[in-house]
């Protein structure tokens, strides 16, 4: 087992990058797919064309044997016809019958076995008859010996393994070959004897192994050809992409004057036509929008910058009529506070539209020091408590059993935290004031995470993805009872994602929301995951609503991060 971490660990690598190179690269997954095909088709027909070739050979060679066996069994019945009439004996006919056979066999390059008389119960691998020297009688087949059992039987051949033993060392070698047998009846006893002749297919497997290296090496060399021509082919297709994928990711880089070249025009040239066009047409249209955009926050800029101006004079005449709405009738006392408030309202209203320009202008910088989360979340509560007492609420803070160091830009937490508080003690009176609003601090080695948990209204499903939206509001009927802008949660998330971090929302519609803020320990690191999760514990149902924030796979009973 360690042997064989030892090679994965090594080999790992390459498979990795290999792996990562067949993912890539349609180029040589094409190629290997159209090797793979070829050689699937290549193998089928060369095996038809080596079975038809074998078929032929070996039809051949039958047709050959027996033409040449039909003519020594005529020669020997011939010659045996001109002894009859002399007085030999049966062992010298035998021998006058089969020496000649025997010697041309060895000549020609066949064996011969005779074996016989019918009737006599010498099996033939007992040395019942005469044969070519060297030769094994195993070579001869017992089924075509039993079919030679008996008189009158007609010529049969069949396939055989031709065996040889060498006299002196007594090994033996094989060859295959055709045996082919065939009866003749000595005229001195009237008995019956069958040859047996048999015929190497050493030409023809030398015949066959040649077609055989001829085919491999065709199919050798058209696989490359096959290999290159597909190369050579998908290049054309795969250069002219990697090249617009290439100019695709410099356009997103923001090199908006990149283009493709043009040439020739096939439907390559017209893809990278359309392609320049689309470029032009976006670079156009983002520079309208970033134009568009520039004006939008100039106006807002200047427009803040602006009111200020009048802005002090109503709040100057404001508070005058303020302290003096005393001496009013009560109509007008109580017009001098509606005009306090909504003037509070206006000026906190163009101090978050002056926040929210510096964020569109990228002129928003952070400020971090390391600090206690517990001592700023203890301070933003104790701010906000008295608006708590007065609505009736509960503000709860689940405090760490250690200190939750982290390097953040104190005011702008400060500033999410309490917009977060504020908006959770807000949203709680609309249903039961005596809910406590639960706010959790917990960290890990890399991250930190504070929740804001209510048990209000809630967010209906698909409220959620819109709650950091400029201006929105979940119900346009519900006054601001804390007199917020619609700006705060937009200006939370800004601030969140300054510090490289996330704020998420997940809501249920009557079970109240659940505010989640995380960010790195230490400024500059990047999030992979909250010690906190989006969805509270006490959620019983699985039809949350949730904001992802980068980095999260939303699931209907958990948030996992990637």
Known sequence: MVIVRDLWARAAPAVRRGLTFWRRSIQARVVASTIVLSAVVVSAVGWILLQQTRQGLLEHRVDVVSGEVDAEMVDARDRLAAASG?????????RDLVDPIIDRGASRGYSVVLAGPEGEDVPLRDGGGEYTSGLDLVSVPEDLEAHFDGAGRTTAWTYT???????????????????????????????????YYLFPLTEEQETLGLVTRALLTAAGLLMALVAGLTWLVTRQVVTPIRMARRVAERLAAGRLQERLQVRGEDDIARLAYSFNQMATNLQRQIRQLEELSWVQRRFVSDVSHELRTPLTTVRMASDVLHDARADFDPSTARSAELLQAEVDRFENLLVDLLEISRFDAGAAVLAPEDVNLDDVVQRVVSAVQPLADQRGVRV???HPSAPVRAEIDVRRVERILRNLVTNAIDHALAEDPTEAVIVRIASDAEAVAITVRDHGVGLAPG?????????????????????????????????????GGWLQAWGR????????????????????????????????STDAAVVPGPGVVVRTQEVEQR
């Not at 959620?464 to 949660?489: H, I, K, Q, Y």
Request: proline share 6%.
């Open 86 to 94: 002399t007085e030999v004996n049966a062992g010298r006919q035998q």
């Open 161 to 195: 393994e031709i065996v040889h033993r060498d006299p002196d060392s007594a090994e033996t070698s094989s060859v295959p070959g055709i045996i082919v047998g065939s009866q003749v009846q000595m005229p001195s006893d009237g008995k019956t004897y069958t040859l």
């Open 396 to 398: 709860v803070v689940a």
């Open 463 to 499: 409220e959620a993805a819109m709650v950091f939206n400029r201006f929105w509001r979940s119900d346009p009927a519900r006054a601001r009872t804390s007199g917020g802008t619609g700006l705060g949660l937009a200006i939370a998330q800004e601030d969140a994602h300054l510090h």
């Open 509 to 540: 519609t009557g079970q109240g929301a659940q505010f989640r803020l995380t960010l790195p320990r230490h400024a500059g690191e990047t999030l992979r995951h909250s010690p906190l999760s989006l969805v509270p514990e006490d959620a019983a």
